[in-house]
Every structure is written in structure tokens, then in C-alpha cells.
């Protein structure tokens, strides 16, 4: 929840925009029923937002944006229009219960917004020279935009990462390429809009919108069947500690830490996915030793777990890295295995960190002082490192 000082801040952004709105109104050319009327539009497709594969969600604010810039020259009533819609927005979203909006959300906004007004002013400045007709100036103008945005909207990212410790560039900046899927269907809607409407009028509306909406249908699906999925995989990795094979909220304390790790090291979006996956279930092989007399050695139960694993053809990388994440991260006279990924020296690290505080109750520099013995053979030092990193940021060293 934000703190006081946020929420102040926001606040003033808000008032902000709605007096810049109404005075950029008065001084602009176009009437105060256009310009309310693009910035209701504004504010009320901000609430229409899809499931992004980053985690978020893109609300159709980009795409109205960018079909104003067609509609509207003069950068005082653009300015007007996308500081009341942005005002509505931000008005309207925590009233609309489907919605949730994070500060950081705000900001992409604004960064966006702002972008756009600035490619506008640009764009007067060189249309008169452009020997092209109409629709390709459009054409034009929504695509050198919408690349704007995209890259103002991955320059947050980024900026609101380095304050928060929340991941590497790298990590945040591949992470919002992975929006750019959606982010191309708004474009192309707007783009398609742009070329159509001088020629057939307000038809343009269908032909612009029905295209995005079956994208839309499809990213929301999509989205779906990633969460029911990743849902699945939550469940099952509770097994060994409902059978009491396994501490109690061993594998949600491993996968969180091995996440944390994995996003500030630099790794892929789609790496920590599959990290993430093979640090729930990677007891899942103790279920086969419930019967046995005596307790298997590590080593057994991640084999084990990687037949299990294996069961399943989409979760082969997964399996691989379960089956191999006991193992040392370098062996004598190598400065690394390299048939150990960093995924797996990953999942070691935080598995025995959790272990170590669960079954031995450790405390966390105890436990910690442990890895870093480990270094010489056993534990990346790079990732130990990482993880008191995030042991500090999360405040768990605090104080000792």
C-alpha cells in the first residue's frame, strides 16, 4: 500500500493535471465539448486494460492517444485533452473494482502522454516538408508515436528498477520486450484507423477496433491459461509438505528467493519462468520416498523429481535443471562446471538457504555464513552474493 508521502504525491500529480486541463482548455482553439469528449474517451478506455505477458496490464490508452494525434494538430488542445483524460483516469480506476492500478502505472502514463505531445510538436515541424499524402503522414505519425511510447514506457521500467532493487536493466528492459506483441496490435489498430478514415469516414471505428478486439480476446485467454497453469504447478509442489516429506512452506520460500536472485542477475524473462517452476518442484521426487526406511540422499530425490517432471513434455528444460541443481557449481582446476546453468547454481543457493533456516532453524547470517563457506565448490559466490543482496533489501540482516 503506498505510504503518505506517495500518496501525497500523487495527489498533487492529479490536481496538477486537472488545473493545467482546464487553463490549456481556455487558451486552446478547439471547444470545451471536444476536448472534454476526447479526454472522457481517454479516461474511460483506460479502464478497458488486457493482461500483459510482463505481469501488468495495458490499458487502450496508448491506442485513443495515438489516434488523437491524427485528429487533433494543435499541441495546446492535445495537451488539455491528455491532462483531463489522464485526471479521469486516474479518478475512475480505483472506483472500477476490476482494476488495479500501481504508482509505478501513473508514471508509465505520464511518460507515455508526455512523449507523445513532444513526437506531435516534432512532427508539425517536419510535416510541411513531407511530399506524401495524407494517410502515409498518419501512418507516420502513429508509428514514429507508438515507438515513443514503447520506449518511454521500458525507460520507467527501468528508472523505477535501479530505485527499488527490483531487478537488473537487462531483466526489466527484455521483460517489457515482452509486451511489444500487444503494444504492436494497438499500434497497428491506430495505424490501420489513420489510413482508412479520410477515405471511408467514422466506418474506420469497426475497421480499427475489430482487429484489436480479437487480439485482446486472445492476450486475455492466453493470460488465462498461463495463470491456471502456473496455478497447477503451485499446487502440486505442496505435496511433499502435506505428506510431511518437506518443510512447510519450503518450496514458496526457495521459489520467491530464487526469483529475487534470477531478475538481479540479468536472467531472461523466460529463464526466470522456468526457474520459478523448477524451484516449486523440485521435492516433488521426496513423494517417492515416503515408503522407503531410510531417507534418501539428495541426489535420489532429484532424479527422482526429474522422471516425475519429465511426465510432462512442456516441462523438459524444468526437469533438467532439478536433476542437475545439486550439483557443484565448478569441480577441481574448472572456474565453472558449464553442464551446471546459472538457473541450477540458482535453485541450489536458495533451496539450501531456506533449508538450512527451516530444518536446522537457523538465523539468516547463520545460515547465510554457511553458503559462504560453500563457495570454494558447492555455491556460486556470485548468487551468495546475490542473496544477501536481497536479505539486506528485504531487511532480513537488519539488526544482526
Do not use: C
Not at 485528429?71 to 473494482?97: D, K, N
Not at 527501468?158 to 515482452?178: C, D, P, Q, S, T
Not at 497497428?188 to 477515405?199: C, E, M, R, V
Not at 572456474?335 to 551446471?340: A, E, G, I, N
Amino acid at each position: 500500500m503506498p505510504n503518505r508521502a506517495t500518496r501525497s504525491f500523487f495527489l498533487a500529480l492529479w490536481a496538477g493535471a486537472v488545473v493545467g486541463g482546464v487553463v490549456l482548455s481556455l487558451a486552446a482553439d478547439r471547444s470545451w465539448g471536444n476536448i472534454a469528449l476526447w479526454a472522457a474517451v481517454l479516461a474511460l478506455t483506460d479502464l478497458v486494460r488486457v493482461p500483459s505477458p510482463s505481469g501488468g496490464r495495458i490499458s487502450l490508452t496508448a491506442g485513443v492517444a495515438l489516434v488523437a494525434l491524427v485528429f487533433v494538430s494543435e499541441i495546446t488542445a492535445l495537451s488539455a485533452m491528455f491532462m483531463l483524460g489522464f485526471a479521469g483516469a486516474s479518478l475512475l480506476a480505483p472506483l472500477w473494482h476490476r482494476v488495479r492500478v500501481a504508482p509505478g502505472d501513473y508514471m508509465r502514463q505520464v511518460a507515455g502522454l508526455t512523449t507523445l505531445l513532444l513526437v506531435a510538436a516534432g512532427y508539425q515541424q517536419v510535416s510541411e516538408r513531407l511530399d506524401w499524402d495524407t494517410q502515409w503522414q498518419h501512418l507516420a505519425l502513429v508509428l514514429a508515436a507508438g515507438l515513443a511510447w514503447f520506449v518511454a514506457d521500458a525507460s520507467v521500467r527501468m528508472i523505477m528498477a535501479m530505485g527499488v532493487g527490483g531487478g537488473a536493466l537487462r531483466y526489466v528492459w527484455l521483460l517489457a520486450l515482452e509486451d511489444w506483441p500487444i503494444m504492436v496490435s494497438l499500434f497497428a489498430s491506430a495505424g490501420l484507423f489513420a489510413l482508412s478514415q479520410p477515405i471511408i469516414g467514422w466506418w474506420a471505428v469497426p475497421v480499427g477496433v475489430v482487429p484489436y478486439a480479437i487480439s485482446h480476446v486472445s492476450f486475455s485467454l492466453l493470460a488465462g491459461s498461463r495463470r491456471t497453469y502456473a496455478q497447477t504447478i503451485r499446487a502440486l509442489s505442496r505435496l511433499p509438505e502435506v505428506a510431511a516429506l518437506s518443510p512447510e512452506g519450503h518450496a514458496a520460500a526457495t521459489t520467491d528467493l530464487a526469483i529475487a536472485m534470477a531478475r538481479g542477475l540479468g536472467l531472461h524473462p523466460d529463464d526466470v519462468i522456468e526457474l520459478e517452476y523448477a524451484a516449486l518442484l523440485h521435492d516433488i521426487g521426496r513423494i517417492v520416498a515416503e515408503d522407503l526406511e531410510e531417507e534418501p540422499g539428495a541426489d535420489d530425490v532429484a532424479r527422482w523429481g526429474a522422471e516425475i517432471i519429465r511426465q510432462a513434455p512442456s516441462l523438459v528444460g524444468v526437469a533438467d535443471q532439478v536433476e542437475i541443481h545439486n550439483s557443484p557449481y565448478r569441480r577441481p582446476g574448472e572456474q565453472h562446471d558449464p553442464t551446471v546453468p546459472i538457473n541450477a547454481r540458482i535453485l541450489r543457493v536458495a533451496a539450501s538457504y531456506d533449508r538450512l533456516r527451516k530444518t536446522h532453524d537457523m538465523l539468516p547470517l547463520e545460515a547465510l555464513e554457511v553458503l559462504y563457506r560453500g563457495t570454494a565448490y558447492d555455491y556460486d559466490p556470485a548468487v551468495v552474493r546475490r542473496l544477501r543482496e536481497v536479505l539486506s533489501a528485504e531487511g532480513e540482516l537488519s539488526g544482526l
